[in-house]
T-cell receptor, first 112, second 114 residues
Framework: DQQVKQNSPSLSVQEGRISILNCDYT??????FLWYKKYPAEGPTFLIS?????DKNEDGRFTVFLNKSAKHLSLHIVPSQPGDSAVYFC???????????FGEGTQLTVNP | DADVTQTPRNRITKTGKRIMLECSQT?????MYWYRQDPGLGLRLIYY???????NKGEISDGYSVSRQAQAKFSLSLESAIPNQTALYFC?????????????FGPGTRLLVL
């Protein structure tokens, strides 16, 4: 039972444009969501997170949107840069449960 | 220096062999985790530990065991390796502050079981 799903295995965008990565979840108990970025031969690194009490969180070029009624979150990267090319994982948890459930990942390629 | 280190970084072994993957952290975190990554499946939790005396199974613990030797060390063992355990393995830590959900990952160990 895949509780967190990233339905797009890959996404390709032009440098300077917006990248939108999507994630859906099924467990209504999840109340905290995170995005991780992973480069080849490295471990995932934390990018941005959002609590279920918010619907938006921004950090520089990165914004995460949460739609609780649709059980959907998205990561927007504006403007996209070639260095953003990586695999992006969304993850969800129940606060203080300390177990993250990850999606399958989306490979983002930003073309110069 | 890296906060979360894993050894070895790469390992090739044969079916039936016992191997150990090691993880050390200098972040002072209480919680440690082992994940495996397979193409198209994301990261799946194998085992996790909230402190030295606490060990919990994750979603795919069969065929694996762990040892929490100290707050800073968490080892993963494959008692009798099989080819479908070929994967990328990650150790992670969390717990610097209350309700801190962010996990910090090591660089990974690439394991090939022949």
């Amino acid at each position: 039972d895949q509780q967190v799903k990233q339905n797009s295995p890959s996404l390709s965008v032009q440098e300077g444009r917006i990248s939108i990565l999507n994630c859906d979840y099924t467990n209504s108990m999840f109340d905290y969501f995170l995005w991780y970025k992973k480069y080849p031969a490295e471990g995932p690194t934390f990018l941005i997170s959002i609590s279920s009490i918010k619907d938006k969180n921004e950090d520089g070029r990165f914004t995460v949107f949460l739609n609780k009624s649709a059980k959907h979150l998205s990561l927007h990267i504006v403007p996209s840069q070639p260095g953003d090319s990586a695999v992006y994982f969304c993850a969800a948890t129940i606060t203080s449960g300390s177990r993250l459930t990850f999606g399958e990942g989306t490979q983002l390629t930003v073309n110069p | 220096d890296a906060d979360v280190t894993q050894t070895p970084r790469n390992r090739i072994t044969k079916t039936g062999k016992r191997i150990m993957l090691e993880c050390s952290q200098t972040k002072g975190h209480d919680r440690m985790y082992w994940y495996r990554q397979d193409p198209g499946l994301g990261l799946r939790l194998i085992y996790y530990s909230f402190d030295v005396k606490d060990i919990n199974k994750g979603e795919i613990s069969d065929g694996y065991s762990v040892s929490r030797q100290a707050q800073a060390k968490f080892s993963l063992s494959l008692e009798s390796a099989i080819p479908n355990q070929t994967a990328l393995y990650f150790c992670a830590t969390s717990g610097g502050v209350a309700f801190e959900e962010t996990q910090y990952f090591g660089p990974g160990t690439r394991l090939l079981v022949l």
